[in-house]
T-cell receptor, first 113, second 113 residues
């Protein structure tokens, strides 16, 4: 079975631009979470979506938004990019139930110049 | 609120030596605890998790961890290090009713021949 997939793998943008990152969860998983991992740090929680509804939001500005589609794939959008948004963006999927494990994708490396 | 502290940002061991990576957590509710490994330019892979039940948890690649409530610890161990164990290791905590993982800052493990 395919794992969590993310696209694109790498992205270079300039300050002020907008970016959209995509994630496809493991088949059968209904929950998708997004994390930002700045170089040298642990991942930071951005959003969780379950059954197309936002279930949780981390401490990120409103420039960050996300949505989940009927097929449970998800997009993360970041507007008005700043240099500090340069990071590895990780997507994780799970069933969304109880103690189920979250499985991570390979990430999208975003560089803002 | 929940938090994770990983003592030691870098740990170096010789091949065949014991690996001990330390993790302490803070949680006002019974925690779920996780160890993930990250190889360069890759996403996170689950090593093991504790939810309920037996406090000694065995994971993949010979790793294990013990949940000690009295010490609020969840240290990761492996009896004999292998060169392929060189990677970044993250401890994480979450509560039962959310997918939000809170990560530590990570420990980079180096293994010398």
């Amino acid at each position: 079975d395919a794992g969590v997939t993310q696209s694109p793998t790498h992205l270079i943008k300039t300050r002020g631009q907008q970016v959209t990152l995509r994630c496809s969860p493991i088949s059968g998983h209904k929950s998708v979470s997004w994390y930002q991992q700045v170089l040298g740090q642990g991942p930071q929680f951005i959003f969780q979506y379950y059954e197309k509804e936002e279930r949780g939001r981390g401490n990120f500005p409103d420039r960050f938004s996300a949505r989940q589609f009927p097929n449970y794939s998800s997009e993360l959008n970041v507007n008005a990019l700043l240099l500090g948004d340069s990071a590895l963006y990780l997507c994780a999927s799970s069933s969304g139930q109880g103690s189920d494990t979250q499985y991570f994708g390979p990430g999208t490396r975003l560089t803002v110049l | 609120a929940q938090s994770v502290t990983q003592l030691g940002s870098h740990v170096s061991v010789s091949e065949g030596a014991l690996v001990l990576l330390r993790c302490n957590y803070s949680s006002s509710v019974p925690p779920y605890l996780f160890w993930y490994v990250q190889y360069p330019n890759q996403g996170l892979q689950l090593l093991l998790k504790y939810t309920t039940g037996a406090t000694l948890v065995k994971g993949i690649n010979g790793f294990e961890a013990e949940f000690k409530k009295s010490e609020t610890s969840f240290h990761l161990t492996k009896p004999s290090a292998h060169m392929s164990d060189a990677a970044e290791y993250f401890c994480a905590v979450r509560s039962y009713n959310t997918d939000k993982l809170i990560f530590g800052t990570g420990t980079r493990l180096q293994v010398f021949p």
